[in-house]
């Protein structure tokens, strides 16, 4: 007997996909330049002697280096990375890599969290979907390997998805919790603007007849009453013990990108964000314009696909009003994209996912001949102009040849060429070969040329460069103490120790005249110009990075 099935009820046809391969994607993504380098930038620098700070002194409430309190922030991130290294060091994982592990602990949860809330949005099949457009985002790669408070935030914002994802099936108190915790990890991480934004979009999503009901109001209500005095916790406190301090951060780091109430830091909207949102989210911009061509009016009829379009309009307005914009705060708008880009991912033309799978293959492609060949010609020295032009970017790395990190780029390479020649590319199978591109190019870099960025991101090569041109008789002395050397910079005190034996002490209180010998890490210009009358002074320097220079100088 012949039975008709709606095309709600017909069971959906059983997936190409493998799970695990996502699982192993994932996974290559998340620990590729986890392992085997040192600090990388300022912020990763900052942050960790501040965790530092934190495991030695035993000030949780605000941590200070050098007489500098932590006060951009709260220290919430501090707080977990202290605790990332105090466990991992305590079972023998390397210093760096024990406070990077909170990173990758971070990256892993908030992609599995938004795969869970894609699920639930839109249906079985469609969470690995967004999971991988995520890791296709080119953008995200170096804050979700370094040790940065933006791992943080994306974990808040996969919460708040989560739990707006689940609040009709959830109790109401389980929802409005997780909301309200949401909101207490974007205020921790970030100050008020990205909780602002949240608490926005959870009003505003009441315009909409499909969030207008009790249990959506009542979740509201729980959320604000839990989130409120988790939120006035550490100010509170601070306001208690250090109330001078407690103003500084409410007068000048409140509002946070957007700077404080006494200093408020507003500016006109710019190109900016619309220039580097075509990069850094990509693919997910084109494919949520596509969805919103097909959704049409359904697009802001429905109310989940509102709930998308909502959060991804304020929040590109909330990023365009910025006076010191910053490519990574487009992280707040990853999930909408995400989520939309997903959402019709089976209705993608043939001809698109033919061009993205192609756009694909060439780009990656050729990334990969020019590493590949870049590597063989560096280190084998078969072309001396490719030599002197590497030698001119970074003249401190000394080239050698890695037989591990030659395996692991020659295992990957052939698995890579297979994925993206499979045959009848399909729009699910185009969107997985990106994100395997995008993971190949990241983990070939940080296996040929993860020595070659350590030498010209790190500061421990410009620190033994510098200590080679002192003379021995000035090192002698300053490790006997007979004389010392100060400086009044911090990012040059936090970068010296933390590499040199010869400790430099902190003058940012105190006259640099206290020590005969100063140091500045900083541009050479600005140094003659400041003093004038220094005739004797040591250089460290990149011929391609003028201002990150190391200086010694006696008066």
């Known amino acids: ?141 170096l804050f979700g390997h370094n040790i940065s408070q933006l791992p943080l935030l994306f974990f808040s914002l996969s919460l708040y998805s989560y739990a707006l994802s689940q609040y009709k099936a959830n109790k109401i108190f389980r929802t409005g919790l997780l909301i309200a915790l949401s909101w207490m990890i974007a205020f921790y991480t970030q100050n008020l603007p990205p909780v602002l934004l949240l608490i926005l979009i959870s009003v505003c999503l009441t315009l909409h007849p499909g969030w207008r009901n009790r249990q959506y109001y009542l979740v509201l209500l729980v959320s604000i009453f839990i989130f409120l005095p988790l939120a006035a916790l550490w100010p509170s406190a601070l306001y208690v013990v250090y109330p001078f301090y407690f103003d500084t951060w409410l007068d000048l780091y409140s509002l946070g990108i957007y700077g404080g109430f006494a200093v408020p830091k507003f500016s006109l909207p710019t190109w900016y964000y619309f220039k580097n949102i075509i990069w850094y989210t990509f693919p997910a911009w084109p494919l949520a314009i596509w969805a919103i061509v097909k959704l049409k009016k359904n697009s802001y009829k429905n109310p989940i696909y509102f709930f998308f379009l909502l959060w991804s309009i304020l929040g590109f307005l909330f990023l365009l009003f910025q006076s010191d914009p910053e490519n990574n705060q487009l992280v707040l708008i990853i999930p ?150 100060n400086s009044d910079h911090l990012e040059t005190l936090i970068n010296w120790n933390e590499y040199s034996q010869y400790k430099i002490q902190s003058s940012i209180n105190n006259p640099l005249s206290i020590c005969q010998y100063h140091m500045l890490l900083g541009s050479g210009q600005e140094f003659t110009t400041k003093y004038p009358e220094v005739k004797n002074a040591w250089y460290a320097k990149r011929e391609r990075k003028k201002n990150n220079v190391f200086i010694l100088w006696n008066k």
């Open 1 to 141: 007997m012949l039975t008709y099935s709606s095309p709600e009820k017909k069971p959906l046809p059983k997936s190409p996909e493998k799970p695990w391969l996502l699982l192993l994607l994932a996974f290559i993504w998340l620990w590729a330049g986890i392992i085997g380098r040192d600090l990388w930038g300022s912020e990763e620098s900052h942050l960790y002697a501040y965790i530092n700070s934190i495991l030695e002194t035993q000030n949780w409430l605000l941590p200070s280096i050098y007489e500098v309190p932590y006060l951009s922030n709260s220290p919430l991130y501090l707080w977990l990375g202290s605790i990332s290294k105090f466990l991992f060091t305590s079972i023998g994982i390397p210093e760096y890599l024990s406070v990077r592990l909170l990173t990758l602990i971070l990256m892993s949860a908030s992609l599995l969290i938004l795969g869970t809330a894609a699920r639930n949005f839109l249906g079985r099949r469609y969470g690995r979907v967004a999971a991988l457009i995520i890791i296709g985002c080119v953008g995200i790669i």
């Open 336 to 485: 909408p994209l995400a989520f939309l880009a997903a959402s019709q991912i089976d209705t993608l033309k043939r001809g698109f996912s033919a061009f993205l799978n192609w756009l694909g293959i060439a780009t990656f492609g050729l990334l990969a001949l020019f590493i590949w060949g870049e590597y063989i010609a560096i280190n084998f020295n078969l072309s001396s102009s490719l030599y002197e032009r590497s030698a001119y970017f970074n003249p401190l790395y000394e080239p050698h040849v890695s037989i591990l990190a030659m395996l692991v780029a020659l295992i990957f390479t052939p698995i890579w060429l297979y994925a993206v020649n499979r045959k009848r590319i399909e729009c699910r199978q185009a969107v997985t070969n990106w994100a395997t591109g995008v993971t190949f190019i990241w983990l070939l870099m940080m296996s040929l040329f993860l020595s070659w960025l350590d030498t010209s991101k790190s500061a421990r090569p410009l620190v033994a460069e510098l200590e080679g041109i002192i003379p021995e008789t000035t090192l002698s002395e300053l490790n006997n103490l007979q004389v010392c050397a």
